[in-house]
């Protein structure tokens, strides 16, 4: 095998391997809880990672046992995927970078607001079609009686470090001035018409917050963060792909050019 084919096969192993911890982001995010309820949000990391893998091995075969069409194949595939996968990014930094999150004074967790997020997230994840079925499945998932179990007083509770869905779904917005019974019980509002969601507020297990925007803005908050943390995986995966790719590319025009000096030189004896 010549020499160039040879670097080529090593670089398309070295392709391989970042396929891995872009499928494993994938599997993280799909198996994670608070993602069970966005179904389109779980698997199109894996589906990519998975495509990646396949074009690599391809590569790796075609240069292991010189097929010149499976390099070619291989080449043009890459640049393809990796033009898609920073699509991805960049859409998933634009959407994701307003924050609906702010501090409340004397509180461990922060409260959320729908409107500090992206026109997309809020069209594609929030809108009236999709909120009923993500609304049943957060309350199947028995996220707020859960937090009734863990702390058992309201300084446990003011100090405690929700998740945005615990904060937006599983009590009212602050601002409301709800006094605390416990955590998914609260009683008399001080500022009842400071948010619309303290109207909406019911201490009925199905129902508590889970029809408010703050809900929707925690779920939202939710999917910021834990795409927030994939993308450092995928960025990282990304550049060591491109300079593989790069190198690759020189490695395959070695190869061509070894082949006809080689068809050349045969001629001649």
Known sequence: ??????LIAILNFIALMCSIPIISAGIWLASNHDNQC???????????????????????????????????????????LIVVLIILLVLAFVAARPSGAYDVQGRGYRDYRL?????????HVTNSDNWGSIRDCIFDSKVCPKLS????????????????????????????????????TWVNPMNPVSDPDCAIW????????????????????????EWKKANVIVIIAVVVLI????????????????DLFSRYKQGWT
């Not at 074009?55 to 240069?63: D, I, Q, R």
């Not at 019911?202 to 910021?224: I, W």
């Open 149 to 184: 179990q863990k702390y058992a007083s309201a300084d446990q509770f003011y100090a405690a470090r929700l998740s945005p869905i615990q904060s937006g779904c599983c009590k009212p917005p602050s601002v409301c001035g709800f006094q605390y019974v416990n955590p998914v």
């Open 202 to 225: 019911n201490n009925e297990p199905n129902q508590l917050c889970y029809n408010c925007d703050s809900c929707k803005a925690g779920l939202l908050g939710n999917v910021r963060k």
């Open 115 to 123: 409107s500090g997020y992206s026109d997309w997230l809020r069209n």
């Open 243 to 258: 300079w593989v790719y790069l190198i690759a590319c020189c490695a395959y025009k070695n190869a061509q050019t070894e």
């Open 38 to 80: 966005i179904n389109w949000l779980r698997f199109p990391l894996i589906f990519i990672g998975i495509i990646f893998f396949l074009v690599t091995l391809s590569g790796f075969v075609g240069a292991y046992w010189n097929k010149q069409g499976l390099l070619a194949f291989f080449l043009f595939s890459m640049a393809f």
């Open 1 to 6: 095998m010549a020499v160039s084919n040879n």
